[in-house]
T-cell receptor, first 115, second 114 residues
Framework: KNQVEQSPQSLIILEGKNCTLQCNYTVSPFSNLRWYKQDTGRGPVSLTI?????NTKSNGRYTATLDADTKQSSLHITASQLSDSASYIC??????????????FGGGTRVLVKP | EAGVAQSPRYKIIEKRQSVAFWCNPISGHATLYWYQQILGQGPKLLIQ????????DSQLPKDRFSAERLKGVDSTLKIQPAKLEDSAVYLCASSGTGTNYEQYFGPGTRLTVT
């Protein structure tokens, strides 16, 4: 069964500090891995997308890494800001030919940035 | 480019009542998805349409949930009758036919069943 596990479930950090979120998945073979940011009361918005051949992808202060051998990904937030308070969801897409475009979502990590 | 539109944004109903949600995808997107997101969890796919045909509805509770996408554009999701455990955010997403099949999400409808 395809699964995506995220840790921690939640974390609190002080403004200006860095943090790293983890994602472990069992989806195989997979097409790509995405990190989404979901603000309270809004739909998820894509931050990064990586194919199985990519190791890292950055989007401003967000940097995602991928280790396809260990089936792990991380999202690093640098110099956190209050606006980074949100849920961050790891999403894995299987190979398109195998299972259409059905995504497997992690449960998310809720980040709270305090001043 | 306009995003995915959903309405209403919030809905409160009593159990056993019925409710309907509406979604207008990004223009030109052939694929439309409905997700259920319970508080503190990731979204769960309910149904996926390709144009006006159903691709996957394996996790749709068909005894009470129904969805349609007439003319392959707008879509409605209906719950009848609602149960307390249906309280969740219902997200609509759409995707085109790009190489990475990026899904774009709407703001969601927050349903509370009392």
């Amino acid at each position: 069964k395809n699964q995506v596990e995220q840790s921690p479930q939640s974390l609190i950090i002080l403004e200006g500090k860095n943090c790293t979120l983890q994602c472990n998945y069992t989806v195989s073979p997979f097409s790509n891995l995405r990190w989404y940011k979901q603000d309270t009361g809004r739909g998820p918005v894509s931050l990064t997308i990586m194919t199985f051949s990519e190791n890292t992808k950055s989007n401003g202060r967000y940097t995602a890494t991928l280790d396809a051998d260990t089936k792990q990904s991380s999202l690093h937030i640098t110099a956190s800001q209050l606006s980074d308070s949100a849920s961050y969801i790891c999403v894995v897409s299987p190979m398109i030919k195998a299972a259409g475009n059905k995504l497997t979502f992690g449960g998310g990590t809720r980040v709270l940035v305090k001043p | 480019e306009a995003g995915v539109a959903q309405s209403p944004r919030y809905k409160i109903i009593e159990k056993r009542q019925s409710v309907a949600f509406w979604c207008n995808p990004i223009s030109g997107h052939a694929t439309l998805y409905w997700y259920q997101q319970i508080l503190g969890q990731g979204p769960k796919l309910l149904i996926q349409f390709q144009n006006n045909g159903v691709v996957d509805d394996s996790q749709l509770p068909k005894d009470r949930f129904s969805a349609e996408r007439l003319k392959g554009v707008d879509s409605t999701l209906k719950i009848q009758p609602a149960k307390l455990e249906d309280s969740a955010v219902y997200l609509c997403a759409s995707s085109g036919t790009g190489t990475n099949y990026e899904q774009y999400f709407g703001p969601g409808t927050r349903l509370t069943v009392t």
